[in-house]
C-alpha cells in the first residue's frame, strides 16, 4: 500500500491522482503511512511485535502521552505552545496522590488531579494572553517553577501506597478494553467532535491560521488561546489519575521529559507547529507512533539511553516533512 | 499621568543603571544572609560559575535580538563535554580533543541554523528538536558513563588562578564580552542584527543577507557554547552526558533581564552583563544561604517570568 503512494506526490493529473493528492495533503496523511510502514517492518523482524497483547500494551503505555497529546494539540493549532505539561504532570499526579492516600476513592483523586491542572493550566493562559509574553517563555519558566513547586510540596520524598480504588483507571477494565486505553479512546472521540463542531474548536482553527484576521473578524482571541491551555490542565489532571493508577506511586521527578514526547508526539502526527493546520487524529496517529517506535527499539534491542536521540532526530525530521511536503504539493498556507 | 511617563521614559534610558542598583541591592541583601558572601575570594569564586552562561549569553543576546532563540544550549554543552572527554579517553591527545570539541560544538551551532535558514522553520521548534537530539546523542556516546582521568594542566581552563586571586576564565570572559560588543555596537553586521529583529522582512527587501547573518550567529553560539563546555568540563574535570543539563535556563534568564526583547529588535551587551552577574550573585547567594538546588531552578523559573513580563509591560507603556 505504501511503496504505491510513496512516490506519487509529483504531478498527477488524473482523477486517481487528484484523489490520492486529497488525500495526501491531510495533516496526518504521512504519519499514517510511516506508522503503516513500521508496523509491516516490525513484525517482519521480531514475531512477538504483532501479537494482540504486545499492540495493547503499546496503546496502554502511550495513554498519557497520549491524552496529554490531545490537548496540546489544540494549544499548537491555536499557534502557541506548551512545554511545562512534564512538571504539570508531576504536580497534579502529587497532589491527586496525596488526597487518594488520606480519604481513597477515585472521584475525589481525579478532581484534585484536574483543579491542580487547571489552575496551572490557567497561569499559563493568563500570562500568554494578558501578559503577553511568548508561550514558549511562559511554560519554559514554568517547567522549572512547577517542578519547584512539586520539591516545596513532597519535600523530596516520595508518594507510595495509592489504595487500589484509585488505582482501577491505570490496572482495570472495561468491555474488554483496558481503561487507559479506554479513556484515550473516549477523549479522541470528545476532542474530534469539539474540534469538528464546536464554535471554540472551529475558532482554534482560525485563531492559529490566521490570527490578526481572526481579531478583525471579532473572534475572542485570547478567550479562545486562554481556554486551549486550560483545557490542557485538565487533560494533564485526568492523564496523572491514569499515571497513578499504573506506576501506584509518586516520585519526585515524576513526568520529566514528557513535554518533549508530548510535542513530539503532536508534530509528528502532523499538526503544524505553525498552527492552523491539523487534526485530533494527527494528535492521537502522533502518540501511537511513538509508543510503536519506542516498543520497537526494545525490541530490537536498541539500548534506552538513545531514547532522547531518536526523539530529537523524529521532532526534526517531521517538521522538515511538513515543509517540504507543503513546498511539494504547492500549498499556499 | 505625564510625571508618571517621565518616570518610565527616565526607566527606558537608564535601564543598565536600574538592573546596576539591583544588583548592588542583592548583593547587600545575600551578604546579611550570610558573612561569607562579601569576601574577595567568594566574589571571584562566583565569576568561576558565570563564565560558563555568561559565554552562551553573548551569543544568545544577538540571537534573541534577531527575533529568534536557541533552547539547545545546555544540551550542546553536554555534547561537547562528552566529545572532548570520550575522544581523549579513545586516545586522541588532548589538546586536540578540544579543538574538536569545539568543532563539534561550531558543527552542532551550524546545524540549527541550516535547519532553521533552509526550511525557514521557527528556531524555536528546530532548537527544541536539537535540544532532545543533542542530549540523546551525548546521553548515548558516552553510554552514561564519565571520564575524569584528565592530565593535570587540562584544569587550566576552569580552575586556574591569576596572582592567586582571579580566576583564569574571567580574561576568556572579558574579552569574549568586548569581541561580541564591538561586533554588535561598531559594525554592519551588528547593524543587520537589530534591522532583522526589527522587521525581518524590511530588511530582506533592503538587501540585507538575512539568512547568512542568522546562519553567522547560530553557528556563532555553537561556537561559544563549545568554548563554555570546555572550561566547564574543566571545572568539573568531569565529562558526562548530563553535563550543563537546564543551563538555557541561566542563559536565557540572563539575557532577557539584562532587556533584551523576546520579541526582537531590542537588547544590549551591557545589559546581559548585568543580568548574567545578577543571576550568578542570586544562585551564588542561594548556595552560601543553604537553599537546595532545586530550589534555585525554582527561583529562576519565576524570574524569568517576572522579568519578561516587566519588560513587555514598560515596552508596552512606553508605545
Redesign the interface.
Known amino acids: 500500500m505504501s511503496e504505491v503512494q510513496a512516490p506519487t506526490p509529483t504531478e498527477g493529473g488524473t482523477t486517481i491522482g487528484t484523489g490520492l493528492r486529497r488525500w495526501l495533503v491531510r495533516p496526518e496523511a504521512p504519519a499514517l503511512v510511516f506508522l503503516a510502514v513500521l508496523l509491516v517492518a516490525f513484525s517482519l523482524s521480531s514475531d512477538k511485535f504483532l501479537s494482540g497483547s504486545n499492540l495493547e500494551s503499546i496503546l496502554v503505555s502511550v495513554a498519557v502521552l497520549g491524552t496529554i497529546a490531545l490537548a496540546v494539540n489544540q494549544v499548537i493549532l491555536c499557534g502557541e505552545?506548551d512545554?511545562s505539561t512534564g512538571s504539570m504532570m508531576g504536580l497534579c499526579a502529587v497532589a491527586a496522590g496525596a488526597v487518594a492516600t488520606s480519604t481513597g476513592g477515585l472521584i475525589l483523586p481525579l478532581l484534585t488531579g484536574v483543579a491542580v491542572g487547571a489552575l496551572a493550566g490557567a497561569v499559563n493562559g493568563l500570562?500568554a494572553t494578558l501578559?503577553?509574553?511568548?508561550s514558549?517563555?511562559?511554560t519554559?519558566?514554568?517547567?522549572?517553577?512547577l517542578?519547584?513547586?512539586i520539591?516545596?510540596v513532597t519535600g523530596?520524598s516520595w508518594i507510595t501506597g495509592i489504595p487500589d480504588e484509585t488505582r482501577v483507571l491505570g490496572t482495570g477494565s472495561v468491555l474488554g478494553i483496558e481503561y487507559p486505553v479506554f479513556v484515550l479512546l473516549i477523549l479522541f472521540v470528545v476532542m474530534e467532535l469539539v474540534s469538528r463542531h464546536s464554535t471554540w474548536g472551529r475558532n482554534v482553527f482560525a485563531v492559529g491560521g490566521n490570527r490578526r484576521a481572526s481579531r478583525l473578524a471579532g473572534l475572542p482571541i485570547d478567550r479562545v488561546r486562554f481556554t486551549a491551555f486550560v483545557l490542557v490542565g485538565v487533560f494533564v489532571g485526568i492523564a496523572s489519575i491514569i499515571y497513578l493508577g499504573r506506576a501506584g506511586s509518586v516520585q519526585t521527578n515524576t513526568g520529566t521529559g514528557l513535554e518533549?514526547q508530548v510535542?513530539?508526539a503532536v508534530?509528528i502526527g502532523g499538526t503544524s507547529?505553525?498552527g492552523g493546520r491539523g487534526s485530533t487524529l494527527a494528535a492521537l496517529t502522533g502518540a501511537v507512533l511513538i509508543g510503536v517506535i519506542l516498543n520497537g527499539l526494545i525490541l530490537l534491542g536498541v539500548?534506552g539511553?538513545?531514547?532522547?536521540?531518536?526523539?530529537?532526530?523524529l521532532?526534526?525530521l517531521a517538521?522538515?516533512t511538513d515543509?517540504?511536503r507543503r513546498r511539494l504539493l504547492g500549498d499556499k498556507s | 499621568m505625564s510625571a508618571a511617563t517621565a518616570v518610565l521614559r527616565r526607566f527606558k534610558f537608564s535601564r543598565e543603571v536600574v538592573l546596576l542598583g539591583v544588583l548592588i541591592v542583592l548583593m547587600f541583601v545575600m551578604s546579611l544572609l550570610s558573612p561569607l558572601f562579601f569576601t574577595v575570594g567568594n566574589l571571584l569564586n562566583t565569576s568561576r560559575f558565570f563564565v560558563e552562561v555568561g559565554l552562551m549569553a553573548l551569543g544568545m543576546t544577538l540571537i534573541i535580538i534577531t527575533g529568534g532563540?536557541d533552547?539547545s544550549v545546555g544540551s550542546n554543552v553536554a555534547l561537547v563535554s562528552v566529545a572532548v572527554g570520550f575522544t581523549y579517553a579513545a586516545g586522541l591527545p588532548l589538546p586536540l580533543a578540544i579543538v574538536f570539541g569545539l568543532v563539534v560544538g561550531l558543527a552542532a551551532g551550524l546545524f540549527n541554523g541550516l535547519?532553521i535558514t533552509l526550511?525557514?522553520?521557527?528556531p524555536?521548534?528546530?532548537t527544541?528538536?536539537?535540544?532532545?537530539?543533542?542530549?540523546?546523542?551525548a546521553?548515548?556516546l558516552s553510554?552514561?558513563e564519565a571520564v575524569s582521568d584528565f592530565p593535570d594542566w587540562f584544569a587550566y581552563f576552569g580552575q586556574a588562578y591569576f596572582l592567586n586571586v582571579v580566576p583564569g576564565q574571567l580574561f576568556i570572559f572579558i574579552l569574549a564580552v568586548v569581541v561580541v560588543w564591538l561586533i554588535l555596537s561598531r559594525t554592519r553586521f551588528g547593524r543587520y542584527v537589530y534591522a532583522i529583529g526589527n522587521n525581518e522582512e524590511a530588511a530582506h527587501f533592503s538587501g540585507v543577507p538575512v539568512r547568512r547573518v542568522k546562519l553567522a550567529l547560530y553557528s556563532g553560539i555553537g561556537l561559544l557554547v563549545g568554548m563554555a563546555a570546555v572550561i566547564y568540563t574543566s571545572r568539573v574535570y568531569t565529562a558526562r552526558?548530563d553535563s550543563g543539563l537546564?543551563l538555557e535556563?541561566d542563559v536565557?534568564s540572563a539575557v532577557?533581564l539584562g532587556g533584551a526583547s523576546?520579541?526582537g529588535g531590542s537588547g544590549t551587551i551591557g545589559g546581559t552583563v548585568l543580568g548574567v552577574l545578577i543571576i550568578a550573585t542570586l544562585r551564588n547567594g542561594l548556595v552560601l544561604a543553604g537553599v537546595?538546588s532545586?530550589?534555585q531552578?525554582?527561583?529562576?523559573?519565576?524570574l524569568?517570568?517576572v522579568a519578561?513580563?516587566l519588560n513587555?509591560f514598560f515596552r508596552?507603556r512606553e508605545e
Do not use: C, K
Not at chain 1, 305 to 313: E, H
Open positions: 505552545i512545554i500570562l501578559g503577553r509574553i511568548p514558549i517563555i511562559v519554559l519558566g514554568m517547567l522549572y517553577a517542578r519547584g513547586v520539591l516545596l523530596g518533549l510535542v513530539a508534530v507547529i505553525s539500548p539511553i538513545w531514547q532522547d536521540a531518536v526523539l530529537g532526530a521532532i526534526l517538521v522538515a515543509v517540504l | 532563540i533552547l535547519f526550511l525557514d522553520l521557527h524555536l521548534v528546530v527544541l528538536g536539537t535540544f532532545a537530539l543533542f542530549q540523546g546523542l546521553y548515548g553510554n552514561a552526558g537546564g535556563l536565557i532577557v523576546i520579541y537546595p532545586t530550589w531552578v525554582f527561583v529562576l523559573g519565576v524569568l517570568l519578561v513580563f513587555e508596552r
